[in-house]
Protein backbone atom coordinates (compact mmCIF):
# COMPACT_ATOMS: atom_id res chain seq x y z
CA UNK A 1 0.00 0.00 0.00
CA UNK A 2 1.33 3.21 -0.97
CA UNK A 3 0.41 6.24 1.40
CA UNK A 4 1.14 9.96 0.30
CA UNK A 5 1.72 12.47 3.59
CA UNK A 6 1.37 15.78 3.25
CA UNK A 7 1.75 18.17 6.44
CA UNK A 8 1.24 21.86 7.50
CA UNK A 9 -0.22 23.30 4.51
CA UNK A 10 -1.03 27.13 6.38
CA UNK A 11 -4.02 27.79 3.41
CA UNK A 12 -5.82 30.62 4.24
CA UNK A 13 -8.40 32.80 1.82
CA UNK A 14 -6.74 36.15 3.91
CA UNK A 15 -3.35 35.41 4.46
CA UNK A 16 -2.58 33.55 0.94
CA UNK A 17 1.69 33.97 1.00
CA UNK A 18 1.40 29.86 1.16
CA UNK A 19 -1.08 28.97 -1.04
CA UNK A 20 0.51 28.74 -4.06
CA UNK A 21 1.81 25.24 -3.23
CA UNK A 22 -1.26 23.76 -2.97
CA UNK A 23 -1.98 23.37 -6.77
CA UNK A 24 1.74 21.64 -7.90
CA UNK A 25 0.92 19.16 -4.77
CA UNK A 26 -2.69 18.48 -6.23
CA UNK A 27 -0.91 17.41 -9.24
CA UNK A 28 1.68 15.55 -8.39
CA UNK A 29 -0.41 13.51 -5.94
CA UNK A 30 -2.87 12.37 -8.67
CA UNK A 31 0.73 11.28 -10.32
CA UNK A 32 1.35 9.06 -7.72
CA UNK A 33 -1.13 6.21 -7.74
CA UNK A 34 -1.45 5.90 -4.02
CA UNK A 35 -3.76 4.24 -2.16
CA UNK A 36 -4.74 7.15 0.72
CA UNK A 37 -3.16 10.62 1.24
CA UNK A 38 -2.70 11.59 5.32
CA UNK A 39 -2.61 15.03 6.04
CA UNK A 40 -1.34 15.73 9.18
CA UNK A 41 -2.35 19.11 9.97
CA UNK A 42 -1.89 22.98 10.39
CA UNK A 43 -4.06 22.54 6.87
CA UNK A 44 -5.29 26.50 7.97
CA UNK A 45 -3.71 29.19 8.91
CA UNK A 46 -5.95 29.56 11.83
CA UNK A 47 -8.87 27.21 12.09
CA UNK A 48 -8.42 27.43 15.58
CA UNK A 49 -10.28 31.07 15.74
CA UNK A 50 -11.80 31.13 12.03
CA UNK A 51 -14.78 29.24 10.65
CA UNK A 52 -13.60 30.82 6.87
CA UNK A 53 -10.03 29.53 7.25
CA UNK A 54 -11.59 25.65 7.44
CA UNK A 55 -14.13 25.60 5.21
CA UNK A 56 -11.55 27.68 2.22
CA UNK A 57 -9.22 24.00 3.38
CA UNK A 58 -11.71 22.30 2.96
CA UNK A 59 -12.60 22.77 -0.32
CA UNK A 60 -9.12 22.85 -1.31
CA UNK A 61 -8.92 19.42 0.24
CA UNK A 62 -11.55 18.18 -2.24
CA UNK A 63 -9.41 18.95 -4.99
CA UNK A 64 -7.18 15.90 -4.04
CA UNK A 65 -8.63 12.57 -6.57
CA UNK A 66 -7.23 10.14 -4.16
CA UNK A 67 -9.22 8.92 -0.79
CA UNK A 68 -7.81 11.56 2.21
CA UNK A 69 -7.76 11.22 5.92
CA UNK A 70 -7.00 14.18 8.26
CA UNK A 71 -5.94 15.03 11.78
CA UNK A 72 -5.80 18.52 13.44
CA UNK A 73 -2.93 20.98 14.24
CA UNK A 74 -2.17 23.11 16.68
CA UNK A 75 -3.21 26.20 13.77
CA UNK A 76 -6.53 23.98 13.45
CA UNK A 77 -8.38 23.31 16.73
CA UNK A 78 -5.78 25.22 19.18
CA UNK A 79 -2.60 24.67 21.62
CA UNK A 80 -1.51 23.79 24.91
CA UNK A 81 -3.22 25.12 28.04
CA UNK A 82 -1.99 28.43 28.99
CA UNK A 83 -1.16 29.08 25.18
CA UNK A 84 -2.49 31.73 23.02
CA UNK A 85 -5.04 29.84 21.38
CA UNK A 86 -5.49 26.52 23.77
CA UNK A 87 -7.39 24.04 23.28
CA UNK A 88 -11.26 24.05 24.21
CA UNK A 89 -14.51 22.64 23.66
CA UNK A 90 -15.63 25.71 20.83
CA UNK A 91 -12.68 24.77 18.68
CA UNK A 92 -12.88 20.86 19.10
CA UNK A 93 -16.87 21.55 18.09
CA UNK A 94 -15.52 23.64 14.85
CA UNK A 95 -13.53 20.78 13.86
CA UNK A 96 -15.36 18.05 14.22
CA UNK A 97 -18.46 19.80 12.40
CA UNK A 98 -16.60 21.29 9.18
CA UNK A 99 -13.72 18.46 8.80
CA UNK A 100 -15.08 15.93 10.88
CA UNK A 101 -13.50 13.44 13.27
CA UNK A 102 -10.27 14.55 15.01
CA UNK A 103 -9.17 11.05 15.65
CA UNK A 104 -10.00 7.75 13.81
CA UNK A 105 -8.90 4.65 12.56
CA UNK A 106 -9.33 2.97 9.38
CA UNK A 107 -8.65 -0.27 7.97
CA UNK A 108 -7.20 -0.96 4.79
CA UNK A 109 -5.84 -4.70 3.85
CA UNK A 110 -3.51 -5.97 6.29
CA UNK A 111 -3.26 -2.51 7.94
CA UNK A 112 -4.87 -0.37 10.47
CA UNK A 113 -4.14 3.12 9.69
CA UNK A 114 -4.87 5.46 13.19
CA UNK A 115 -4.84 9.34 13.41
CA UNK A 116 -4.49 10.72 16.47
CA UNK A 117 -5.26 14.01 17.75
CA UNK A 118 -1.98 14.96 19.76
CA UNK A 119 -3.42 18.87 20.40
CA UNK A 120 -5.62 16.89 22.91
CA UNK A 121 -2.52 15.19 24.69
CA UNK A 122 -1.52 17.84 27.74
CA UNK A 123 -4.59 18.43 29.58
CA UNK A 124 -5.16 15.75 31.59
CA UNK A 125 -8.69 15.90 30.90
CA UNK A 126 -11.64 13.93 29.72
CA UNK A 127 -10.94 14.24 26.42
CA UNK A 128 -7.64 13.44 26.58
CA UNK A 129 -8.52 10.16 28.33
CA UNK A 130 -11.18 9.30 26.37
CA UNK A 131 -8.76 9.71 23.06
CA UNK A 132 -6.14 7.45 25.13
CA UNK A 133 -9.34 4.60 25.55
CA UNK A 134 -10.55 4.61 22.16
CA UNK A 135 -6.78 4.01 21.24
CA UNK A 136 -6.55 1.20 23.66
CA UNK A 137 -9.36 -0.30 22.46
CA UNK A 138 -8.47 0.02 18.76
CA UNK A 139 -4.46 -1.55 19.18
CA UNK A 140 -6.26 -4.40 21.31
CA UNK A 141 -8.75 -5.03 19.02
CA UNK A 142 -6.41 -4.78 15.60
CA UNK A 143 -6.14 -8.85 15.32
CA UNK A 144 -3.37 -9.77 12.91
CA UNK A 145 -3.30 -6.04 11.01
CA UNK A 146 -0.12 -4.16 11.66
CA UNK A 147 -0.51 -0.45 12.81
CA UNK A 148 0.54 3.17 10.77
CA UNK A 149 0.08 5.89 13.40
CA UNK A 150 -0.83 9.62 12.17
CA UNK A 151 -0.25 12.79 14.43
CA UNK A 152 0.24 16.59 14.16
CA UNK A 153 3.49 16.42 16.79
CA UNK A 154 5.86 14.21 16.77
CA UNK A 155 6.90 11.79 19.81
CA UNK A 156 10.40 13.50 20.70
CA UNK A 157 12.87 15.80 18.61
CA UNK A 158 15.81 15.69 19.79
CA UNK A 159 16.07 12.14 21.82
CA UNK A 160 13.40 9.37 22.71
CA UNK A 161 14.06 9.97 26.54
CA UNK A 162 14.65 13.85 26.89
CA UNK A 163 12.57 16.35 28.81
CA UNK A 164 9.21 18.39 27.95
CA UNK A 165 10.00 20.29 24.58
CA UNK A 166 7.26 22.62 24.69
CA UNK A 167 6.12 23.92 22.11
CA UNK A 168 7.83 21.04 19.67
CA UNK A 169 6.74 17.80 20.47
CA UNK A 170 4.75 15.69 22.90
CA UNK A 171 4.64 16.11 26.77
CA UNK A 172 6.95 13.32 28.60
CA UNK A 173 4.20 11.43 30.46
CA UNK A 174 1.76 11.34 27.00
CA UNK A 175 4.89 10.31 24.82
CA UNK A 176 5.76 7.64 27.80
CA UNK A 177 1.65 6.47 27.18
CA UNK A 178 2.52 6.04 23.57
CA UNK A 179 5.78 4.41 23.88
CA UNK A 180 4.24 1.77 25.91
CA UNK A 181 1.51 1.22 23.50
CA UNK A 182 3.45 1.29 20.21
CA UNK A 183 6.07 -1.44 21.67
CA UNK A 184 2.86 -3.70 22.60
CA UNK A 185 1.55 -3.45 19.14
CA UNK A 186 3.54 -3.60 16.15
CA UNK A 187 3.21 -0.36 15.26
CA UNK A 188 5.07 0.05 11.70
CA UNK A 189 5.13 3.47 11.05
CA UNK A 190 4.85 6.75 13.33
CA UNK A 191 4.24 9.77 10.99
CA UNK A 192 3.87 13.49 12.01
CA UNK A 193 4.27 17.39 11.17
CA UNK A 194 4.62 20.16 13.00
CA UNK A 195 8.66 21.06 13.22
CA UNK A 196 8.38 22.36 9.17
CA UNK A 197 11.74 19.36 9.04
CA UNK A 198 11.81 16.73 7.48
CA UNK A 199 13.47 13.64 9.22
CA UNK A 200 13.27 9.83 8.88
CA UNK A 201 14.23 7.77 12.27
CA UNK A 202 12.93 5.28 14.57
CA UNK A 203 11.71 4.27 17.86
CA UNK A 204 13.02 0.68 17.98
CA UNK A 205 11.38 -1.02 15.58
CA UNK A 206 9.18 1.87 14.97
CA UNK A 207 9.96 4.13 11.48
CA UNK A 208 9.21 7.73 12.45
CA UNK A 209 8.60 10.28 10.11
CA UNK A 210 8.36 13.80 9.88
CA UNK A 211 6.83 14.79 6.22
CA UNK A 212 8.00 17.41 4.39
CA UNK A 213 6.19 20.43 5.14
CA UNK A 214 3.59 22.06 1.91
CA UNK A 215 3.62 25.99 3.64
CA UNK A 216 7.23 26.97 4.51
CA UNK A 217 10.34 25.71 6.46
CA UNK A 218 12.40 27.97 8.91
CA UNK A 219 15.76 29.86 8.72
CA UNK A 220 16.52 31.68 11.48
CA UNK A 221 13.62 32.16 13.33
CA UNK A 222 13.66 29.08 15.55
CA UNK A 223 16.15 26.68 16.71
CA UNK A 224 17.97 23.94 14.04
CA UNK A 225 16.35 20.74 14.36
CA UNK A 226 17.56 16.87 13.20
CA UNK A 227 17.03 16.35 9.38
CA UNK A 228 16.63 18.86 6.25
CA UNK A 229 14.45 21.82 5.22
CA UNK A 230 12.45 20.47 2.43
CA UNK A 231 9.33 21.89 0.91
CA UNK A 232 7.46 18.50 -0.55
CA UNK A 233 5.35 15.75 0.76
CA UNK A 234 6.29 11.93 2.23
CA UNK A 235 5.86 8.65 0.11
CA UNK A 236 5.34 5.65 2.41
CA UNK A 237 4.95 2.09 0.75
CA UNK A 238 3.84 -0.33 3.43
CA UNK A 239 4.35 -3.76 3.16
CA UNK A 240 6.97 -6.20 4.82
CA UNK A 241 8.81 -3.00 5.67
CA UNK A 242 7.83 0.47 5.73
CA UNK A 243 10.28 2.65 3.29
CA UNK A 244 9.61 6.37 3.07
CA UNK A 245 11.02 8.36 0.66
CA UNK A 246 10.98 12.22 1.61
CA UNK A 247 10.25 14.09 -1.95
CA UNK A 248 10.84 17.69 -2.99
CA UNK A 249 8.00 17.96 -5.38
CA UNK A 250 8.05 19.97 -8.41
CA UNK A 251 6.67 23.31 -8.71
CA UNK A 252 6.39 23.87 -5.00
CA UNK A 253 8.77 27.41 -3.22
CA UNK A 254 10.36 26.40 -0.31
CA UNK A 255 9.08 30.01 1.70
CA UNK A 256 10.61 30.93 4.75
CA UNK A 257 8.55 31.74 6.88
CA UNK A 258 11.17 34.48 9.02
CA UNK A 259 10.67 36.21 5.45
CA UNK A 260 6.38 36.90 6.20
CA UNK A 261 5.79 36.02 10.30
CA UNK A 262 5.06 39.04 10.68
CA UNK A 263 2.14 39.84 8.12
CA UNK A 264 0.93 35.89 8.91
CA UNK A 265 1.80 35.23 12.45
CA UNK A 266 2.44 38.59 14.00
CA UNK A 267 2.31 37.34 17.93
CA UNK A 268 4.85 34.68 16.79
CA UNK A 269 7.23 37.34 15.43
CA UNK A 270 6.96 39.05 18.76
CA UNK A 271 7.11 36.82 21.23
CA UNK A 272 8.86 33.24 22.02
CA UNK A 273 6.73 30.14 24.43
CA UNK A 274 4.11 29.20 23.97
CA UNK A 275 2.51 31.03 20.26
CA UNK A 276 5.25 30.02 18.04
CA UNK A 277 3.82 29.75 14.41
CA UNK A 278 4.64 26.13 13.30
FE1 LIG B 1 1.92 22.93 14.12
FE1 LIG C 1 2.78 24.08 10.92
Known amino acids: MKIIHITDTHLSPSKPHFNGNWAPLVRWIAETGADLVVHTGDLSVDGADKDEDLSFCMELMREVSIPMLIVPGNHDV ?11 PERLARWRAMVGPDYWAQ ?3 DWRIIGLNSLLMGFEDAEEQAQFEWLEKTLAERGTRRIAMFAHKP ?5 ANEGDTGYWSLRPSQRRHLYDLIEAHDVALFGSGHL ?7 FGKTSLVWAPPTAFILDKMEREMPGERLVGAAVHELGDEVK ?8 MTAYFLDDVVEEVYPQAAHKKQPEQAE
Open 78 to 88: GHLPGSAQPVN
Open 107 to 109: DIG
Open 155 to 159: LFVDD
Open 196 to 202: HWSWKGA
Open 244 to 251: TELVAVPG
